[in-house]
């Protein structure tokens, strides 16, 4: 039983996998209350499923790339939780996710497209991808750009994510019914395919590609 949980979005996401399928999933939309509601997420999927935290085999982190406070909670949350129950904790770019969601939904078919996400300060995270045996498989690192430097790269590409919702006129637009957020469902589901596969996932580190928002401040010295 693998635990997913992913705020590298504006969605609070969290989800529950049985190594077949997904069993439970709870998703909340809401930009600066992840670190309140992701809790709640967890332990709404164990309801749902029916089972307790000790039957938790697993979990999986998105890795974002995402904005510095909200990116943190889904992965202290999901480090913390397979520290305290001695199981196993994966990473996975929550770009990924999307990308694989996308591949089974609105873009099925699709050989290449691009993945892009909310930054805030009017820019995106993105990354490109093609599908390789029915998964995707990134043709770039994730990034952090403008729209307007995007747009010149995508070379017909379509784009999935909050990006062509926000910057329609140079990244638009979205296809029908393709994903806004990352869905904790398919990050678990992308993270069973590959560990199925004998991938590595093991590296949590947090992808934040730029400074944080907020920086403590530095109090001069005085010298006496």
Request: proline residues 8%; aromatic residues 4%; glycine residues 10%.
């Amino acid at each position: 039983m693998l635990l997913a949980i992913d705020t590298s979005t504006t969605a609070i996401t969290v989800a529950l996998h049985d190594g077949t399928r997904v069993v439970a999933e709870s998703s909340v939309l809401d930009a600066r209350a992840h670190g309140e509601l992701v809790a709640p997420g967890i332990v709404e999927v164990l309801r749902q499923a029916g089972i307790a935290a000790a039957d938790v085999d697993a979990v999986v982190t998105g890795t974002g790339p995402g904005p510095f406070t909200g990116l943190r909670v889904g992965i202290v949350t999901a480090r913390t939780f397979a520290l305290a129950r001695a199981v196993p904790v994966h990473g996975l770019c929550s770009l990924d996710a999307l990308a694989h969601d996308a591949a089974r939904g609105a873009l099925a078919g699709a050989e290449r497209f691009v993945v892009a996400t909310d930054a805030r300060r009017k820019e995106v995270y993105w990354a490109g991808y093609r599908i390789e045996e029915g998964l995707p498989v990134a043709e770039t690192a994730p990034d952090v750009a403008r729209p307007a430097d995007l747009a010149p790269l995508l070379d017909g590409r379509p784009v999935v994510g909050r990006g062509p919702v926000l910057y329609p006129d140079l990244l638009g637009p979205a296809a029908d019914g393709a994903p806004l957020d990352v869905s904790a469902g398919w990050l678990a589901d992308l993270a069973v395919q590959r560990l199925a596969r004998g991938e590595s996932l093991s590296d949590t580190t947090p992808l934040y590609l730029r400074r944080p928002d907020a920086v403590p401040s530095v109090a001069p010295v005085t010298v006496v």
